[in-house]
């Protein structure tokens, strides 16, 4: 195995099979020591938080697995925290893309002077790019098509992609009334007609959820679908 990339959360390994290895990491994103799937840096280390996203993307990437939605996954070793996946070439130098189901997190920060806190939104889908010196600036369709990011055709799958990969996970969480606030994905490329498919993970580290009006914290979050 050769460590290609050292990420906030999980490290890259190529196989010699062309696959490449994700080993998920206890680091968690947030400001101050308070955790934020919305911040650009490093939080605090959460023991268990590698195991437990894990858990959770094997399940949510296996069940669109059967759904027929196109992933990078292949499978998970839940005890040595690692995830195999298929090759995949990122939009530019790395989108993230937030479905958005009520206005809290920076949508509120950015949008207050109309928006009431906790409002409800209809899957609203945003772009983000990778950009920690920025701050994860928001790009709009026309300009990633203009920079040459992602094409307008390949936008229009993007956007349906998050709306139904974010619908299925609001519909497991509302089996445990557990209510989606939003959630954050990644996406890329694969194989030779550069398949738009899901990368990264699917786990508690990357969406907002509430039970009761309260969050729940990603640990627990995961072992409330799981259990």
């Known amino acids: 195995m050769k460590l290609i990339y050292q990420g906030k959360t999980k490290d890259v390994y190529q196989l010699e099979d062309g696959n490449y290895m994700l080993k998920f990491k206890d680091d968690v994103t947030g400001v101050d ?5 919305g911040a650009n840096s490093v939080g605090l280390t959460i023991e268990g938080a590698g195991r437990s996203g894990l858990k959770l993307t094997k399940y949510f990437f296996e069940l669109l697995n059967e759904k027929g939605i196109p992933t990078h996954y292949i499978n998970a070793d839940i005890e040595n925290v690692t995830m195999t996946v298929k090759p995949a070439e990122v939009f530019g130098k790395g989108l993230e893309v937030i479905c958005r189901y009520r206005a809290v997190g920076s949508f509120f920060r950015r949008y207050g002077l109309y928006a009431e806190e906790g409002q409800p939104l ?3 889908v945003e772009v983000t790019i990778k950009d920690d010196k920025r701050e994860d600036p928001t790009i709009s369709e026309d300009a990633l098509d203009m920079l040459g990011i992602l094409s307008k055709a390949e936008y229009k799958v993007l956007k349906k992609l998050t709306q139904k990969i974010a619908g299925i996970v609001k ?27 899901l990368i990264d993970e699917i786990s508690g580290g990357n969406m907002r959820a509430y039970k009761d009006g309260k969050y729940i914290e990603p640990l627990e979050l995961e072992k409330l679908i799981l259990q």
């Open 33 to 37: 020591g308070v955790f934020d799937p």
């Open 122 to 124: 209809d899957a609203f």
């Open 171 to 197: 519909n497991e969480l509302a089996k445990k009334q557990i209510e989606l606030y939003d959630i954050k994905f990644e996406f890329g490329r694969a194989g030779e007609n550069k398949e738009i498919v």
